[in-house]
């Protein structure tokens, strides 16, 4: 039978310890832990699962749309779909339109999900469904806050019903934000991923090197396979 001077100690080192752990996932970032059991080709097999029927799903239906305005365009044929998506992607001319529609290439969608999502392990993949660490200045849309802070101001990012809703709306900006509207135009003329992404440096943080680290892992991981 322990005495209660040894019962007491033990409760200590167990709320002690327990205080560390809680400690270290309140502050290790916004990247969930992986399993170490768990290799790094585990991982992105895992990845390629979740995304790549998500990013293939989306894009085929935007290209179906884009085929079908340049169509209709072609045809001199205008009617309200046309004028709702131009109001959508906030464009004026026929020719910003199709710029707009055009989707990206499957390859460069991956490689974002796969950098900005840790490779579908980070905490806001896995609580908010968000792949691309897309930020929300909305605080009336569904949205989570992260675990670290910008000064003395909370982020936050948007909430995603599904891995699709957020591959939707990761299409939907590069499509209707000025910040893109270089990577646009070459999207146009060019479907080349390794050049597309050198357009891609108002993306991150990291300006240009962002744009090296894209077509890295698009090479690396064999990205050009998906388009």
């Given at each position: 039978?322990?005495?209660?001077?040894?019962?007491?100690?033990?409760?200590?080192?167990?709320?002690?310890?327990?205080?560390?752990?809680?400690?270290?996932?309140?502050?290790?970032?916004?990247?969930?832990?992986?399993?170490?059991?768990?290799?790094?080709?585990?991982?992105?097999?895992?990845?390629?699962?979740?995304?790549?029927?998500?990013?293939?799903?989306?894009?085929?239906?935007?290209?179906?749309?884009?085929?079908?305005?340049?169509?209709?365009?072609?045809?001199?044929?205008?009617?309200?779909?046309?004028?709702?998506?131009?109001?959508?992607?906030?464009?004026?001319?026929?020719?910003?339109?199709?710029?707009?529609?055009?989707?990206?290439?499957?390859?460069i969608?991956l490689?974002?999900?796969?950098i900005?999502?840790?490779?579908?392990?980070?905490?806001?993949f896995?609580?908010?469904?968000?792949?691309?660490?897309?930020?929300?200045?909305?605080?009336?849309?569904?949205?989570?806050?992260?675990?670290?802070?910008?000064?003395?101001?909370?982020?936050?990012?948007?909430?995603?019903?599904s891995i699709?809703?957020?591959?939707?709306?990761?299409?939907?900006?590069?499509?209707?934000?000025?910040?893109?509207?270089?990577?646009?135009?070459?999207?146009?003329?060019?479907?080349?991923?390794?050049?597309?992404?050198?357009?891609?440096?108002?993306?991150?943080?990291?300006?240009?090197?962002?744009?090296?680290?894209?077509?890295?892992?698009?090479?690396?991981?064999?990205?050009?396979?998906?388009?």
């Amino acid at each position: 039978m322990l005495s209660k001077k040894a019962i007491l100690i033990y409760v200590v080192i167990v709320v002690v310890i327990a205080a560390v752990g809680i400690y270290r996932f309140l502050n290790r970032g916004e990247e969930l832990p992986i399993a170490p059991q768990v290799t790094v080709q585990q991982k992105k097999e895992r990845f390629r699962q979740l995304l790549v029927p998500a990013v293939t799903t989306v894009y085929a239906d935007l290209f179906d749309q884009y085929l079908s305005v340049v169509a209709q365009l072609e045809s001199g044929e205008s009617n309200n779909r046309i004028a709702e998506l131009k109001k959508k992607y906030r464009v004026d001319s026929d020719t910003e339109l199709l710029m707009a529609l055009k989707p990206v290439p499957k390859s460069i969608a991956l490689a974002q999900a796969a950098i900005e999502s840790s490779w579908a392990t980070s905490r806001f993949f896995t609580v908010a469904n968000n792949v691309f660490g897309v930020w929300s200045f909305n605080e009336d849309e569904p949205r989570v806050a992260a675990l670290k802070k910008r000064g003395d101001k909370s982020v936050w990012v948007k909430k995603y019903p599904s891995i699709k809703a957020s591959v939707a709306d990761y299409y939907l900006t590069l499509g209707r934000s000025s910040a893109f509207k270089e990577f646009r135009q070459l999207n146009m003329v060019s479907d080349d991923p390794f050049k597309l992404v050198e357009k891609l440096d108002r993306y991150s943080e990291r300006g240009e090197h962002y744009g090296k680290e894209l077509a890295a892992v698009i090479r690396y991981n064999k990205f050009t396979d998906y388009d």
